[in-house]
């Protein structure tokens, strides 16, 4: 079955840090990629997304490339702020029956210090 | 409404009780889906409705866990006999449609504990 591997946590860096965070991914179809953010008290938020190989998805900052070669699809902020504090989750929606189901890896906790 | 509403957003219940959570879903979204969050078990599928229908009610824990969806629109999560293992964040998504480009948008959840 399909599955989302990625970074155990706690992953804690400075202000202005370089940020990766890695996501692996299995599926048996073709999937759409995702990435997912959690504040604190908060709900996930979609923090951005590619549907394809080798797009890129951005947000805030944040990019993410598609790379169906390696399966993988890992997370990568040039420059990370304190507010950037939360849990990250990667995820997929696989093509085919269940295209309507996210399966999401287990979470990364970031906190960045000042 | 413009975004996902759950209610309540904590609720503290007493082992063997019954409780039922509330998901308001974005007007317009045919999609609907709960998820239930705890410690060490990441987010766990547990059902997803299109219309008022579930398709797929397959991670529904046990038969102690219903859900209903009236209307197109709001859903309720019900638990009859209460147990600790209960304890988690229930959260509710919905989507404009069920594709493989489509993702969730989450409410805020509903913090259960089972005391």
């Known amino acids: 079955g399909d599955s989302v591997t990625q970074m155990e946590g706690p992953v804690t860096l400075s202000e202005e840090a370089f940020l990766t965070i890695n996501c692996t991914y299995t599926a048996t179809g073709y999937p759409s990629l995702f990435w997912y953010v959690q504040y604190p008290g908060e709900g996930l938020q979609l923090l951005l997304k590619a549907t394809k190989a080798d797009d890129k998805g951005s947000n805030k900052g944040f990019e993410a490339t598609y790379r169906k070669e390696t399966t993988s699809f890992h997370l990568e902020k040039g420059s990370v702020q304190v507010s950037d504090s939360a849990v990250y989750f990667c995820?997929?929606?696989?093509?085919?029956?269940?295209?309507?189901?996210?399966?999401f890896g287990k979470g990364t906790l970031l906190t960045v210090n000042p | 409404g413009a975004g996902v509403s759950q209610s309540p957003s904590n609720k503290v219940t007493e082992k063997g009780k019954d409780v039922e959570l509330r998901c308001d879903p974005i007007?317009?979204?045919?999609?609907l889906y709960w998820y239930r969050q705890s410690l060490g078990q990441g987010l766990e599928f547990l059902i997803y409705f299109q219309g008022n229908s579930a398709p797929d009610k397959s991670g529904l824990p046990s038969d102690r866990f219903s859900a209903e969806r009236t209307g197109g629109s709001v859903s309720t999560l019900t638990i009859q006999r209460t147990q600790q293992e209960d304890s988690a964040v229930y959260l509710c998504a919905s989507s404009p449609g069920q594709g493989v480009n489509y993702g969730y948008t989450f409410g805020s959840g509903t913090r259960l504990t089972v005391v």
């Open positions: 007007s317009g979204h045919t999609a």
């Open positions: 995820a997929l929606k696989d093509s085919g029956g269940s295209n309507y189901k996210l399966t």
